[in-house]
């Protein structure tokens, strides 16, 4: 049944407040609670953004966005779609990690939805409670590693929140199949623990076995009661990241942003760096500082690129080097941890200055969550050893990244291609701006889960991450090269994600890995799927 009068209001996914029409106002029996002048959607949005820009804090602008997608959501993403480049750092990083970090305290609205180990054995139970029955994308933590964070526990909740934002935002997915999720099976950070306001489940994490359990019966929980959905995992520690991805990755449909999102995004900043240094990446060699989750799994992809491009596994291995905290990861290193393993070479070790010296890597990846690692002799080293040497400084949050865009430039005497995980601003340099790209997950993440739910896909292999990455590098254009970008302008999000799923939904068809038979036209079926949110 329609709803009507104040209900109207009260409904998110209906309201337009001031922009309901003398006829609605009438039909919906809404005349006397709204003001008289009719606002296009167009006004209010221009109200929006004064409202934002007035807040002082971003962590103000991040709690007045959050409660106009509690009051009127259409308005709220046209809003971000619309001004997506000032926007993101306020739903997505950085902010969000301090709204996190906050969430307890600044609890207003309830969203999102929890799991926690009092719903053992009833997960499917719990999941039918979700108003919302044709759930067809679910971002899911454990709150256990946010950003760079740590241990969040149930504060966590407001990076699947973020991301789904992304997902309506970026990729065109109707808020009405997001479903954001935190496990929240307790947490090991004390001061949670003591903090009389925190909202979580107020105990330690359980230990592993018990914590499996958990994770299996939410998995089969999903395929029972969302069978259609796509589960990306977010934020979880790294040996539980890759224990997860391992299981189920080819029983259903789910991926690990951390690391295949990550993966995706550095391999197409890689491809395009190629057209700017002339190099060919089947001969690269590739060096990452830090040899965690982030790392192996840009290693892993680059290996599948590697292969594509001709390589055997083996060929492709011996171009990937890893320095971790103990140096070079070469058999004697101390700290191989099992996802290292495939990638420890046979080779003295040595700490990593010297290791640039002697391996000569034409790419550096900084991974480390260590910032300023990445010094002038590392940089110099760098320009040593190649005449346009990559560099990607891709710790986040800003303070951990390895160098910043000014030093890299300036060190290099404007000779490195850079790009990094956190924003930087444009650089200028004898009379030459250099615009640093941002390697980030949402040019990734949102087109992927397009594909997968217009597609119907039954899970996601490897092979989609390297279409994606290719797909991406694609939408690079001359005029960002030239000033030094290896990726797109943000506020072209849209059309990247919609080119993006185009080419993961045809590549998914070919493998036979959709619900759904091939249409005629594959851009025509991504394009009906799209929402929008203009009224
Ligand atoms: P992680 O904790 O799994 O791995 C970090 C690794 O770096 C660990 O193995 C650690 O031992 C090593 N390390 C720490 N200090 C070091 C040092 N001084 N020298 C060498 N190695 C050192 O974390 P992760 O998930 O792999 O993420 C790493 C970083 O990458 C984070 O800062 C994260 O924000 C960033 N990241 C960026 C993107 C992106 O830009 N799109 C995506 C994912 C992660």
Redesign the pocket.
């Known amino acids: 049944m329609e709803k009507k009068g104040i209900e109207v209001l009260k409904d998110p996914r209906q309201n337009k407040s001031t922009a309901f029409t003398v006829e609605e106002k009438e039909r919906l029996e809404l005349r006397g609670l709204l003001p008289y002048f009719v606002s296009s959607q167009e006004i209010q949005k221009q109200r929006v953004i004064e409202n934002i820009r007035r807040k002082e804090s971003n962590i103000e602008k991040y709690i007045f966005l959050s409660a106009l997608q509690d009051r009127n959501e259409r308005l709220f993403y046209r809003t971000v779609m619309d001004f997506l480049p000032e926007l993101l750092p306020i739903i997505y ?1 950085p902010t969000v990690g301090e709204a996190c970090q906050k969430f307890s305290h600044i609890y207003r609205a309830d969203k999102g939805f929890y799991i926690t180990p009092e719903d053992k054995g009833s997960i499917a139970e719990v999941l039918a409670n979700w108003p919302d029955k044709d759930v067809r994308i679910i971002v899911v933590t454990d709150g256990s ?1 946010i ?2 964070l740590g241990d969040l526990g149930c504060n966590g909740i407001g990076i699947p929140i973020g991301k789904l934002s992304l997902y309506v935002a970026g990729g065109g997915i109707d808020p009405e199949h997001c479903m954001p999720i935190m496990l929240d099976v307790g947490t090991d950070n004390e001061a949670l623990l003591d903090d009389l306001l925190y909202v979580g489940y107020p105990h330690k994490r359980p230990p592993q076995e018990e914590y499996d359990e958990i994770i299996d019966e939410f998995i089969y929980a999903v395929q029972k009661q969302f069978p259609k959905a796509l589960i990306q995992f977010e934020d979880f ?2 040996p539980n ?1 890759y224990r997860i991805l391992e299981k189920y990755q080819d029983k259903v449909l789910c991926f690990n ?3 295949q ?2 993966a995706a ?2 391999l197409a900043g890689i491809y395009s760096s190629m057209k700017i240094t002339g190099g060919q990446f089947k001969n690269q060699t590739i060096m990452f ?9 840009i290693g892993d992809l680059i290996v599948h690129a590697l292969m594509a491009e001709g390589h055997t596994e083996e060929e492709a291995l011996r171009q990937l080097w890893f ?5 070079l990861l070469v058999n004697e290193n101390p ?1 191989i ?1 099992p996802h ?1 393993e495939r990638y420890v070479q046979d080779h003295p070790i040595l700490p ?1 200055i010297e290791a640039i010296h002697s391996i000569k890597p034409n790419i550096l990846i ?5 910032g300023g ?1 990445f010094t002038k002799e590392v940089i110099e080293a760098m320009c040593e050893v190649n005449e346009r040497p990559v560099i ?1 400084a ?4 800003t303070s ?1 990244a390895e160098c910043t865009a000014s030093e890299a430039y300036t060190w290099s005497s404007g000779k490195a291609v850079f790009a ?3 924003p930087f601003k444009p650089v200028t340099l004898d009379d030459k701006v250099f615009v640093p790209g ?4 949402a040019y990734i993440f949102p087109g992927i889960g397009l594909a997968a739910m217009a597609v119907e896909a039954k899970y996601l292999p490897d092979s989609v991450f390297l279409v994606a990455a290719a797909s991406l590098a694609r939408e690079v254009n001359p005029s960002d090269l030239e000033s030094g970008n290896v990726y797109p302008k943000m506020s072209n999000l849209r059309t990247i994600s919609f080119e993006i799923a185009i080419d993961v939904a045809n590549h998914l068809f070919d493998l036979g890995l959709t619900r759904i038979e091939k249409p005629l036209n594959v851009r025509t079926l991504i394009k009906s799927k799209m929402y929008d949110p203009t009224y």
């Open positions: 990083t590693r950003l760079g520690i790294t990241a942003d951390d690391i999102g990550t995004v550095a500082l830090g040899a965690g989750s982030a790392a192996t799994g320095v971790d905290i103990n140096g700290g941890m290292n990593f900084g991974v480390s969550g260590a690692t990607f891709l710790s986040n949050p951990k990094s995980g956190s941002q390697g980030n997950n």
